[in-house]
Every structure is written in structure tokens, then in C-alpha cells.
């Protein structure tokens, strides 16, 4: 049988920003105790009073979070340097067997030159494919008897090269992503590997994504 502190908990932390928000004193916590009321009443199966559910947030500690906000940061100003590419296409299409084939020589392709800007993810279901307009022509040519599942052109894109202990740490992901979503920039595509993120955004939209990225790096 969940407490009532336990309910509060989390329901609050499945909710995104409002642990932040609390810790910064951005929230009313009368007002945030009646939002959640109805749900902690729901999850416990019984009446509870809105001053019951205000002391159980008052009471949540912040300090793990706290801690894990700060090591965050540190590990974020140690971000290598960015690089940004503009005219990119992107392209997904429906798996099937001989679309390995045609990737297989796009990648052939774009060996072929420096100039040439490719990234391949492959799903369960579905391939994407982000390229520069210079192999635009060259994947619509190639995979013109594939299913293809959506096109966006106009992109760009930045990649960060991550610390080389951003493995040991939770929510570097979370943190970078999170200041992108509090000024409602959509993300068209994440792409990463071990060392390496790569965020492609709406080319309207570069700008200030990479503000906000150096403000991160910056501190």
C-alpha cells in the first residue's frame, strides 16, 4: 500500500519540468497540490486532503537531484567543439530486404568524397537516412522502388563531441534535450554514438539551437 508521500513522489516525477521548477521556487505548491489532488486520490483509493498532499511536497528532497544536476553541468562544460552542417535532406523508409542493399551503395557513394554528409539508423521497422542535397539526388534515384515513409528537406544539423566518461553519468541526454524543449525547438532527428550526439533541427531553427548548446557549454 503506497503513503501518500510515496503517491506525490510520483506522480510529480513522471511529470517533465516540474521537479526543476520546484527546486528553482517557480511553482506554487497550493496550486501544484490541487493540480495533482484528483491523480494521488486516484492511485490511493481514497479521499485525500489538498494539506496532506502539500506537506508531502514540501517535503521532497532534492538533493540527489541536486547532485546529479550538478555533476551534469560540470561534465557539459567540458562539451567538445561543435560542428554544424546546413542543406541537409531527410529520408525513412519501411525495412525490407533489399533496402540493405541500396544502403550498401550509398554508403559505396559517399565514400567517394569528403563532401559528402551521411547518417544511417536503423530500426525494427523502419531506416533513416539524413544526407547533404549533394546525395539528395543519388537516394531519391536509388531507393525510387522503396516504401518511403517521410521526406523532410530544409535541415541542419549540430554534432557535440561528449566528454569521454558521459557513459558513467545519468541524464546528459536529459539536460541537453530538456533546454531545447523549454524554448519549443522541435527536434527533427537525434543521431549518437559512443563520443558523439548529433541533433538535426529545421534550418530556420540552427541558430538558436546552437545559442542554447554554447550557453550549456559555457554554464
Known amino acids: 500500500m503506497k503513503t501518500i508521500q510515496e503517491a ?6 513522471k511529470t517533465p519540468f516540474i521537479e526543476e521548477a520546484l527546486n528553482e521556487k ?16 486516484e492511485v490511493l483509493k481514497k479521499e485525500v486532503k ?35 552542417r546546413s542543406d541537409l535532406c531527410d529520408f525513412t523508409f519501411k525495412n525490407t530486404p533489399s533496402l540493405l542493399k541500396e544502403i550498401a551503395k550509398l554508403l559505396s557513394k559517399a ?3 569528403n563532401d559528402y554528409f551521411l547518417t544511417v539508423s536503423q530500426g525494427i521497422f523502419e531506416t533513416n537516412i539524413v544526407v547533404n542535397k549533394n546525395l539528395q539526388i543519388y537516394v531519391e534515384e536509388m531507393f525510387k522502388n522503396e516504401t518511403l515513409i517521410n521526406n523532410v528537406l530544409d535541415l541542419a544539423s549540430i554534432t557535440l563531441k561528449l566528454p569521454k566518461d558521459n557513459q558513467e553519468q545519468s ?17 527533427q532527428e537525434i543521431i549518437s554514438t559512443t ?14 539551437t ?4 554554447m550557453d550549456i557549454k559555457l554554464g
Open 111 to 113: 565514400s567517394d568524397s
Open 26 to 41: 517557480l511553482i506554487n505548491v497550493s496550486s501544484l497540490a490541487r493540480i495533482i489532488l484528483p491523480e494521488v486520490s
Open 195 to 208: 563520443n558523439e550526439m548529433t541533433i538535426v533541427v529545421k534550418e530556420k531553427d540552427v541558430n538558436e
Open 171 to 187: 541524464g546528459i541526454y536529459y539536460f541537453i534535450l530538456k533546454q531545447l524543449a523549454w524554448e519549443n525547438i522541435p527536434l
Open 50 to 84: 489538498i494539506g496532506a498532499v502539500m506537506m508531502a511536497i514540501n517535503r521532497l528532497s532534492p538533493a540527489n537531484e541536486l547532485r546529479i544536476r550538478k555533476n551534469i553541468k560540470k561534465l557539459a562544460s567540458t562539451l567538445g567543439d561543435f560542428i554544424v
Open 210 to 213: 546552437f545559442s542554447i548548446l
Open 8 to 13: 506525490v513522489e510520483n506522480t510529480i516525477r
